[in-house]
């Protein structure tokens, strides 16, 4: 679905289609848009696509697991430039620092944590006991 399809939907609904908030998605493309400006000095092919149908792109790719297959498909590009498009997107996110998770380390110094202990020690199961008496009892009530 392209960005044109979607850029009217309400609040609520683009939210449930893309997993983010709309002012979500502006920061991300902000972000995208400044990038690209100095992809395109540096030179070489442009994109087919629009930015915005770019981030849309990995958005679904992040949120549905759809192939690059299917995502390059519905796109029209090839499913070589579908996971360029998507992994400079990833890229270029992670670098910029916003949208990237916490180092290792970091998210354990901030955070405390809670220790719970599980006794899963080995018990005996309690039931009876076999024995020859009660066994033979057993198949002498089946066979009656």
């Known amino acids: 679905m392209r960005f044109e399809e979607i850029k009217e939907l309400k609040e609520d609904s683009f939210r449930r289609l893309t997993g983010i908030r709309e002012a979500t998605f502006n920061k991300m493309l ?6 690209e400006i100095k992809k395109k000095n540096r030179g070489g092919k442009p994109n087919k ?7 849309i792109m990995s958005l679904e ?9 299917h995502i390059s ?16 997107i990833e890229d ?19 955070t405390e944590i809670e220790i719970i202990l599980v006794d899963a020690t ?8 076999k024995n020859k008496n009660n066994i033979i009892q057993e198949k002498r009530k089946d066979i009656q």
């Open 49 to 55: 696509l629009l930015i915005e149908d770019r981030l």
């Open 61 to 69: 790719y992040w949120r549905e697991y759809r192939t690059y297959f």
């Open 92 to 110: 270029t996110l992670i670098k910029e620092g916003t949208f990237s998770l916490p180092n290792r380390k970091e998210s354990l110094s901030n």
């Open 122 to 129: 080995e018990s005996p199961i309690e039931r009876p006991k």
């Open 30 to 35: 902000e972000i995208l848009k400044k990038e």
């Open 73 to 88: 498909k519905d796109f029209g590009i090839s499913e070589s430039s579908c996971y360029r498009n998507i992994k400079w």
